[in-house]
């Protein structure tokens, strides 16, 4: 699995940065894996800010398997429900709207993103039971996942732990889709296509409504609301292509299927929780926003 370092943010150079690194699949897994996002605040936490010690997420239709390898982080919710402790090892589904997590100042951790039908497939999980949902894996996961995810959790190095999810992942999932590869890592929107036309062209029913029926089993969520993720993903893309210029936004939305600017800018405040320009600044300047840079 080839991996990816966050390039260096001119806007945050005041402070240490938490090195976070981005790990693709190999070509035979990148139909199941999305990605390993792995990142570390040790040696470097203990000086931030306490905003810097959050995280801020976009909703997305992935499932996810995470590790805290050393601290501990808590699930914020919206709604002002108490922070919820999350588990060394936990299981996450799709979510529908952005999330905030709040780290210990110093900690390590791995986020292991797959796909969710591939989840269903390999589990035998319903995506749609775990919407919005963190679990403690070892309560939704066999044996076997769950030898491989304290083995993940007890080896050396990131290297290592890539290199067990992989080897674990490898048989079971090519014993799934004989020949299977792919050709890197899909765009959600070319995912929630290919969602369509399979489940437009297998089973029992034709109908639109059967479709989205196996659409919705398969991944958990509609495919409006696929296709309305994978925009916002393309958005991001595109808006990055700017690099420290002005984004041309109206282009943006033109370029990436949006109605016009303006409905750009309410899919983006859903999907992310804040209007594009504002969420390209606290990109830059913020370390709670990690995702975003380490998944460009």
């Known amino acids: 699995m080839a991996h990816l370092a966050t390039p260096p943010q001119p806007a945050l150079a005041a402070l240490n940065r938490a090195p976070a690194q981005l790990w693709l699949p190999r070509i035979s897994l990148s ?14 936490g203990r000086d931030w800010p306490p905003a810097w010690c959050e995280n801020h997420f976009p909703a997305s239709p992935l499932c996810g398997l995470s590790w805290f390898i050393h601290g501990h982080t808590d699930l914020l919710h919206a709604d002002g429900r108490p922070p919820q402790r999350l588990p060394p090892i936990y299981f996450s589904g ?18 292991l993103m797959l796909l969710p039908d591939a989840v269903q497939a390999l589990t035998g999980l319903d995506p749609s039971q775990y919407v919005n949902r963190c679990v403690p894996a070892e309560d939704v996961l066999d044996d076997a996942w769950m030898a491989m995810a304290r083995a993940v959790r007890e080896a050396p190095d990131d290297a290592t732990r890539v290199g067990l999810i992989e080897a674990f992942l490898e048989p079971r999932w090519q014993a799934l889709r004989p020949g299977g590869g792919g050709t890197g890592r899909p765009h959600l ?12 062209a297998s089973g029992v029913g034709r109908s639109l409504r059967a479709a989205e029926r196996r659409i919705k089993g398969w991944a958990g969520l509609p495919l409006r609301e696929l296709r309305g993720m994978g925009r916002a993903e393309q958005a991001f893309f595109r808006a990055l292509a700017a690099g420290d210029g002005p984004v041309p936004w109206a282009e943006v939305a033109a370029d990436t299927g949006y109605a016009d600017q303006s409905h750009l800018c309410r899919e983006t405040r859903r999907v992310t929780g804040f209007a594009p320009g504002e969420l390209r600044r606290r990109i830059a300047e913020e370390e709670g926003f990690w995702i975003y840079r380490v998944w460009g």
């Open 189 to 200: 929107q070319d995912w929630a296509q290919g969602l369509a036309l399979r489940a437009a």
């Open 31 to 44: 139909q199941c894996i999305r990605a390993v996002v792995t990142r570390s605040t040790l040696g470097v």
């Open 94 to 111: 799709p979510f529908t709207q952005p999330t905030r997590s709040r780290n210990t100042p110093e900690g390590q951790g791995l986020m």
